[in-house]
């Protein structure tokens, strides 16, 4: 199994990024898909998750209206599209998933900075 994600960088207060996640070695169209994050010196916060066929997504209150998963079972991808980024979305992103044995995979993540 294998997770890549893709597509952080410095963005500027109210500006948007899109992030991806390239699976590999596992039958992503089955899977649900999750984001996750770490911001400096705090925990990892869920962010939201995208079930298997696309259909439904959950998502934190904290950006809820702000940002939106979709997936693309063709391209074994995951996107986490941010709008409206305030400075406290400042982490490294990740993307994860479970197996049905309760393993869970992860990418190395992707860096968001919301700075001015």
């Keep these: 199994v294998q997770l890549v994600e893709s597509g952080g960088g410095l963005v500027q207060p109210g500006g948007s990024l899109r992030l991806s996640c390239a699976a590999s070695g596992f ?7 999750t984001w996750v994050r770490r911001a400096p010196g705090k925990g ?14 959950n998502y934190a209150d ?18 986490l599209q941010m709008s409206s980024l305030k400075p406290e979305d400042t982490a490294v992103y990740y993307c994860n998933t479970r ?6 995979y992860w990418g190395q993540g992707t860096q968001v900075t919301v700075s001015s």
């Design 62 to 79: 904290s950006v809820k209206g702000r940002f939106t998963i979709s997936r693309d079972n063709a391209k074994n991808t995951v996107y």
């Design 27 to 33: 039958s992503f169209s089955t899977y649900y898909m």
């Design 99 to 104: 197996d049905v044995l309760g393993t869970e």
């Design 44 to 57: 990892l916060e869920w962010v939201g998750d995208i079930d298997s066929g696309g259909g439904r997504t």
